[in-house]
């Protein structure tokens, strides 16, 4: 009785919501600078309503994007006129870099990239398809992915996982690089650091734990590194 009673948990994104999420990723830094002023032009309460649905998936009113489109309708057509040529000027433009510094004490928590400006673009082959960069802050991924180095990501959508794979995950408060597992329970994936090296006393300094698959808020496979060179 009680499994019946639980409500469910599968969230439908609505086709609207994922055209406005592509189009917020687009203009932003152009037409806008910040959730704050895109919430007034869109007449939302507040800059967390556009926040929840970057980030959350909270489908959008169908009339907002609307709104949404008229208000940058320039911005659009100007991206129209050069869909004859879509992979030049993917490749041109490349994917947006947001330099997420990790707090002072070390622990591997970043700020919202939505509360950022673009820093540069990133952009050699095989990155196409990914939807922006993150560096890399911290040494538990060590040697896979390395202290300053800028990563490619690419946006899961729909929570599934690869096991095996490398993942930035923002779960909980935290933001972090972690390769994720199959757990025994289901329900559940082991977040696994490749730095087994470090240690603290007698234990494992970055120890392996369980996170429920449903907590996580935002899912991006590691689709490329760009590494820092030593000269």
């Given amino acids: 009785?009680?499994?019946?009673?639980?409500?469910?948990?599968?969230?439908?994104?609505?086709?609207?919501?994922?055209e406005f999420i592509i189009l917020y990723n687009q203009l932003r830094g152009r037409a806008f600078n910040n959730n704050s002023e895109l919430a007034d032009a869109l007449g939302f309460n507040s800059a967390s309503s556009i926040t929840e649905i970057i980030k959350s998936r909270q489908n959008i009113d169908p009339e907002k994007l609307k709104v949404f489109k008229e208000k940058y309708g320039e911005y659009l057509g100007s991206q129209k006129r050069t869909a004859d040529k879509p992979v030049a000027a993917s490749r041109e433009e490349g994917i947006p870099m947001y330099d997420i510094i990790a707090t002072a004490s070390g622990v591997e928590v970043y700020n919202d990239i939505n509360d950022a400006l673009p820093v540069g673009r990133m952009n050699f082959p095989g990155i196409e398809e990914c939807d922006f960069a993150l560096p890399v802050w911290g040494h538990s991924m060590y040697p896979y992915l390395e202290n300053g180095c800028w990563v490619a990501l690419k946006v899961i959508t729909d929570n599934k996982i690869l096991p095996g794979e490398v993942y930035y995950i923002e779960w909980g408060d935290y933001r972090m690089y972690k390769r994720l597992l199959a757990s025994d329970n289901p329900e559940e994936v082991i977040a696994h650091s490749d730095n087994v090296t470090e240690m603290v006393g007698n234990r494992l300094k970055y120890a392996p734990f369980p996170i429920r698959i449903d907590e996580i808020k935002k899912l991006c496979l590691v689709k490329d590194i760009h590494k820092k060179h030593n000269h």
């Fill in 1 to 18: 009785m009680d499994e019946l009673s639980k409500p469910n948990k599968i969230k439908t994104v609505r086709p609207e919501t994922l």
